[in-house]
């Protein structure tokens, strides 16, 4: 099945899903072609030519950086040029605006958050979960000659080595860009830097309420861990944003990560499954933090707490 | 000034699942439903920017089945005016549900679109897309801060690692919210009742195209390589945990 990748960059370099997608791409056995949209491709298209890329095609925009329009109409305009069977995409904030967009204008074939990939004779079998990552299901697309997939970070293992990639250039109409990038703004560092941590003890909604945290960050204290959380308690304003382990957080890879009330979104899990050691405890037998840990509890994290508390008095 | 905010009510899957027959979709009785968390955001955010305006309309829409006029009425007793409910049954894909909504949006024609960033069941982040694409709307997702300016808005998109994306964008547009904009209100309980009694406008949706994608089987997925499960008593688990942690942190 011919394969359209689309690269993605952020401040000149190219992302890490772009190498996760070619890899992906391998599993429909190309040919595979990698776009790269940018104000001055060139330099991208360099990082991406690596084994398994049969094309590189560039398109120059005017805008430097990600801009919704702009990856709407060049993608729609290089689907229309190549007919790719199947177009990749990252499962990514830049990508939630357009792919879905196009999708619907051309009637495609559409998944969002696909990790696994297969066929079955000519058919496409795209994995993906439902109810909230407890269920998964395989999905195909009947009628659909084109498919769209956003694929979900980390799901491949980036692809490397040297490739022999040909390089073309498509110029795309660009007819105007609605939603405009002005600038970035960093988020702010904190008091602690959880990824320099080698023990996190990492609380979710399953602490209930704010007056609880303390407890938490006093057990922390004493068994030498770091206080980090889930989103939920940074959205409350419970914990600044420093402390947030996940995708749109911090990334982290302790020796320890102890999980203490966290579901195991996929968004979370993007930022601490590669932990040396995963240890959750979590009411509910089915929350889906138990696929990556290590070690398990289907227990109150309360009654844990408690003893922990009095095991490292 | 007038916003719609599309809503979802969303499938909590319990401690237990068991799969229809046909092993397509879980067994509804193991489901519970509620509001969608994002969605609760959005209407948020809807509610302060009418506010500030002084004047003008909420507007809830949701594809559903007459279940779904529960999440609407979570938003009726927030603060939004007027409910709208597409009929729809079954599983539908974002791309079929963006075509339900778009009928009533372009027949409402609001200044502002809203949807949630994804919903919690579905983990699909496109339903607001999509929705922006067949109506030709202006776009940007995942969004944590608004400024209305004339004829455009300055906002806040949240990129991978908390980067922060500030973009002008041009109104009438649709934005995907993001949880942590804001603080949402709690409706009280005299508002819950009030919403009970509530019309909602109830629809007929049009043609909802071929689906995007069709559902071959759902399955409990594989735990992991199989995590070691610590059995027993709290204190025992704890002791476990302190040994596990004391072997890897030498
Ligand atoms: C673009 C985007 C980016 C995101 N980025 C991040 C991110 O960086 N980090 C992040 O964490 N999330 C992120 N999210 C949010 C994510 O989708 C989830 O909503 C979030 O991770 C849920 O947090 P949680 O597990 O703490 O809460 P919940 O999902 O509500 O889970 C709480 C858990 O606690 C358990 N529990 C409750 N009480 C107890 C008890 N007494 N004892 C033991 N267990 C108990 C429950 O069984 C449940 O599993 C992002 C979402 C989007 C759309
Ligand atoms: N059935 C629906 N009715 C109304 N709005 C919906 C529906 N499904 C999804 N949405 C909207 O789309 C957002 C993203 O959902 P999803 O694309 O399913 O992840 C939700 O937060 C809602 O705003």
Redo the contacts with the bound molecule.
């Keep these: 099945m011919s394969v359209l990748v689309v690269a993605e960059h952020l401040r000149g370099q190219t992302r890490p899903i772009t190498l996760e997608l070619i890899s992906a791409a391998q599993e429909l056995e190309g040919p595979t072609t990698v776009a790269v949209i940018a104000k001055d491709p060139g330099a991208l298209a360099d990082q991406v030519g690596v084994t398994g890329v049969d094309e590189i095609v560039t398109v120059a925009v005017e805008q430097e950086e990600f801009e919704n329009d702009v990856y709407r109409e060049a993608v729609e305009q290089l689907i229309g040029d190549r007919s790719p069977a199947v177009t990749l995409v990252g499962f990514t ?1 830049n990508s939630m605006g357009f792919a879905p967009a196009l999708a619907a204008k051309l009637g495609l074939g559409f998944a969002s958050d696909v990790f696994g990939l297969s066929r079955d004779g000519s058919d496409l079998i795209a994995e993906r979960s439902f109810y909230g990552s407890k269920v998964s299901a395989e999905i195909e697309f009947p009628g659909h000659d084109q498919v769209l997939l956003m694929i979900r970070p980390t799901s491949w293992p980036p692809a490397e080595g040297a490739g022999s990639a040909s390089r073309s250039e498509l110029s795309a109409t660009i007819s105007g860009s609605r939603a405009r990038h002005t600038e970035f703004q960093e988020v702010e560092a904190g008091d602690v830097d959880i990824t320099t941590a080698d023990f996190l003890l990492s609380v ?3 602490v ?1 309420e704010k007056e609880n945290l303390g407890q938490f960050d006093d057990l922390a204290q004493k068994m030498g861990a770091t206080l980090s959380v ?3 308690l940074v959205d409350q304003g419970w914990m600044p944003n420093s402390r ?6 911090k990334t982290v890879k302790p020796k320890v990560y102890l999980a ?9 899990l993007a ?1 601490m499954k590669t932990s040396g050691t995963i240890i959750a ?4 037998p089915e ?1 889906a933090i138990f696929s990556v840990a290590h070690y398990g509890a289907v227990t ?3 009654e844990v707490a408690e003893e922990l508390d009095k095991l490292y008095a | 000034m007038k916003v719609l905010v599309c809503v979802k009510q969303v499938a909590v899957l319990g401690d237990e699942v068991e799969f229809t027959e046909d092993e397509r979709d879980v067994d509804p009785d193991y489901l519970d439903f509620a509001l969608n ?1 994002w969605d609760t955001y959005a209407t948020e955010e809807a509610l302060r920017i009418i506010e500030g305006a002084g004047s003008g309309e909420v507007v809830v829409v949701s594809v559903g089945d007459e279940d779904s006029e529960d999440a609407l009425r979570r938003c009726l007793a927030m603060g939004a005016d007027r409910g709208i409910r597409v009929e729809a049954e079954g599983r539908l894909d974002p791309i079929q549900v963006a075509r339900a909504l778009a009928e009533v949006v372009r027949a409402e024609s609001p200044d502002l679109v809203f949807a949630g ?2 919903s ?1 069941d579905s983990v699909q ?1 496109a339903t607001g897309g999509a929705l922006a694409g067949l109506l030709e709307l202006p776009s940007a997702a ?1 969004v944590t801060k608004i400024e209305l300016g004339d004829g455009k808005a300055t906002v806040h998109r ?1 990129l991978e690692g908390g980067l922060v994306d500030v973009v002008e964008v041009d109104t009438p547009a649709l934005l995907t919210i ?2 942590g904009i804001n603080e949402p209100r709690y409706a009280t309980l005299r508002a819950i009742k009030q919403a009970e009694q509530q019309e909602i406008d109830v629809r007929s949706p049009g043609d909802l195209g071929e689906p995007a994608y069709v559902m071959r089987k759902m399955f409990v997925p594989q735990k992991g390589e199989g995590a070691e499960m610590l059995d027993g008593s709290p204190a025992v688990v704890a002791q476990r945990i302190k040994e596990i942690v004391g072997e890897r942190l030498t």
């Design positions: 904030v979710g909604r399953g209930g889930s989103r939920p947030q382990v996940g995708q749109s957080g203490l009330g966290i579901s195991g979104a996929v968004q979370h930022g405890v979590n009411t509910d929350a109150d994290l309360f | 968390e960033v994804q919690s982040a995942v949240e993001q949880t």
